[in-house]
């Protein structure tokens, strides 16, 4: 994370220019070329999507294909979101999951995370391993009793059955406890000593050192919620309950309409937010996946 | 570290006699903060788990009470033709993408690692990394529109170059690797970022002096480099197993699990079992085998990163 990143940095500095003048520029200019064909092939399927969600139902299969819009057929867009799906009401489903999945884990993952880094009490490394390997458990395998739960609790077809599961979760615990650990416990010393209590010394002092963290968590769970499939194909089944992931499935099959322009129109309209998210919150995405990874 | 964090502990109110209400106190915190986290793990994963052991042993549609088989589900998994070929589909999807995801990713982020200006290695970097933020389901959206026989980019591009067209989402022999393709298409730069930050750390100094020892690129990688990684390389693979063995959305969106069963996955299975069939009692064996192979990959890796894993 932001210290992986500086320690990068500091080693750059003096031996990788050394490095420069000796290896041969030809070197440079290939991996630069391989990167930039392996990047065609990673933007086009993204490119093929916009200008087709801009095509009228006629060109919309041209063969060869255009690689840039020669025509605007904004049509499509209000045609995707109005048609047999309601698309907006699927958006502000995924979004009001996302949402509030994403608060509840800012509100748990960061206490336990502190807590698992820096107070001690009986049994802490115990629950640490129990709730690690809670990683280990995909809700694939406990999504039968969960369906069974959240049926007795009459939460099928409602956002609940997708929050309440969501909002408390070991990556999220073991994220944060990488990134208090990282923060030197004498700064929390320091403020017990004033007589501070456990619970202001946490919102007042540590909360805010560890900002990064608590932006990589947030964008991080919103992202895993935004775009997940599997757990509301189960726990929504009706048009209207249905997030924007589930909607646009929905759309292709038994609704579809059967023209392509207006399929990609839907599915730009679902992935510029998660463009745009990724445009603004790039560096604590990065940060967030790496520093489990390499400090793991 | 609890050992040396209780040293840290100021003298004075230690002596005071506040120290045992104090740490008393922390103690009562440390509980509350955890609490939350452990209530959600024990009802939304714990419970649920237990409760997915029980069923496994039952027979239950739902509608009347869980009736004790013993393992008589079990029984039924050696027996079930399905089950099998879902497995091996499942197992060629993990495989394929434990060594088609690191691989590449393991490439580009060594490419990515040369000296180039800066701004090509954010981009780059960004680019490739992209598609591991956007639902698979929409990459499939995208993917099935361009392999689709006659309409399809991908064999109209083939075509251009002499390839007969291909089906790509409705052949038994070839819809797999479809699906293969995809799943690489969208995780490879996810591994890629983690490889690319372990290389970052691997010290330039080190390199440096095994080219000055006369190592070549190829020895410097595999005896320098490669240990310096291979935290990040077990990382990446564990996940990679994991993310595999789940594989859903993606089948769902291109071939539906067909033709036939042939690029049906574990999940999908199961899920049918489950919420189709009504066969709680047995989709719940299927979960048990589901969480018994996770539960081995991740121990296996755990045990051989103990052995292998260079740490500084």
């Known amino acids: ?296 | 570290m609890v050992a040396d964090s209780r040293l840290s502990v100021p003298a004075a109110a230690v002596a005071a006699g506040t120290g045992d209400r104090r740490r008393l106190r922390e103690a009562r915190a440390g509980y509350l903060f955890v609490a939350p986290s452990l209530v959600g793990f024990l009802v939304f994963v714990l419970g649920p788990l237990i409760a997915v052991a029980y069923f496994s042993l039952t027979r239950y549609d739902v509608l009347t009470p869980p009736e004790f088989v013993g393992l008589d589900n079990y029984r039924r998994l050696l027996s079930d033709a399905r089950l099998h070929t879902v497995y091996l589909n499942t197992i060629v999807y993990v495989v394929a993408a434990v060594v088609l995801i690191n691989g590449f990713a393991l490439l580009l982020a060594v490419l990515l690692h040369q000296r180039m200006p800066r701004f090509l290695t954010v981009i780059f970097r960004s680019v490739y990394f992209f598609p591991s933020l956007v639902s698979l389901v929409y990459i499939s959206l995208i993917w099935q529109a361009l392999f689709q026989r006659d309409t399809g980019l991908v064999n109209y591009y083939l075509g251009e170059v002499g390839v007969g067209a291909q089906s790509w989402l409705n052949s038994t022999s070839l819809s797999r690797w479809t699906v293969v393709v995809v799943d690489v298409w969208r995780n490879v730069g996810l591994a890629m970022l983690i490889f690319v930050a372990a290389l970052q750390d691997v010290p330039a100094e080190l390199e440096e002096a095994a080219q000055i020892d006369g190592a070549g690129p190829f020895t410097t990688f595999r005896k320098i480099i490669m240990p310096m990684i291979s935290q990040a390389i077990f990382f990446n693979v564990t996940i990679t197993v994991i993310g595999a063995f789940q594989i859903y959305e993606s089948i769902i969106v291109l071939t539906s699990g067909g033709p036939g069963d042939s690029t049906r996955s574990v999940v999908m299975y199961l899920a049918e079992r489950a919420f189709s069939s009504f066969q709680i009692g047995y989709a719940s064996a299927i979960a048990m085998t589901l969480f018994a192979v996770i539960l081995t990959a991740t121990l296996i890796q755990f045990r051989l990163r103990r052995s292998w894993v260079h740490y500084e």
């Open chain 1, 1 to 296: 994370m932001s210290d992986t990143a500086l320690t990068a940095g500091r080693a750059d500095v003096v031996p990788r220019r050394r490095r420069m003048t000796r290896r041969p520029t030809v070197g440079t200019v290939v991996c630069v070329v391989v990167l930039a064909l392996g990047a065609i092939g990673m933007l086009a399927p993204f490119a093929y999507m916009v200008v087709t969600a801009l095509k009228s139902a006629q060109h919309a299969y041209d063969l060869p294909p255009d690689w840039y819009p020669k025509e605007f057929q904004w049509q499509n867009f209000s045609d995707a979101i109005h048609g047999p799906l309601p698309l907006l009401r699927n958006l502000w489903n995924s979004a009001f999951i996302a949402g509030l999945t994403t608060i509840g884990m800012l509100i748990t993952a960061p206490m336990a995370g502190y807590a698992f880094a820096h107070l001690r009490f009986p049994g802490r490394n115990g629950v640490f391993v129990l709730l690690l390997a809670a990683l280990m458990v995909p809700i694939q395998v406990t999504v039968i009793p969960l369906f069974l739960i959240m049926r007795n609790l009459h939460l099928i077809n409602t956002p609940w059955s997708l929050i309440l599961p969501q909002v408390t979760g070991a990556f999220g615990v073991f994220l944060m406890r990488q990134f208090f650990l990282s923060v030197p416990r004498e700064l929390f010393e320091a403020a017990k000593i004033d007589g501070a209590n456990e619970w202001t010394i946490y919102r007042a002092v540590a909360l805010p050192l560890v900002r990064n963290g608590l932006s990589a968590l947030g964008i991080l769970t919103f992202l895993t919620s935004w775009n997940a499939y599997f757990a509301p194909s189960i726990f929504l089944n009706s048009q209207d309950s249905a997030t924007l992931p589930l909607a646009l499935v929905l759309m292709r099959g038994p609704f579809s309409t059967g023209q392509i322009n207006i399929i990609m129109a839907a599915t730009t309209f679902a992935v510029v937010p998660a463009f745009i998210v990724y445009l603004i919150a790039q560096r604590w995405i990065i940060a967030g996946l790496t520093s489990s990874a390499v400090k793991g």
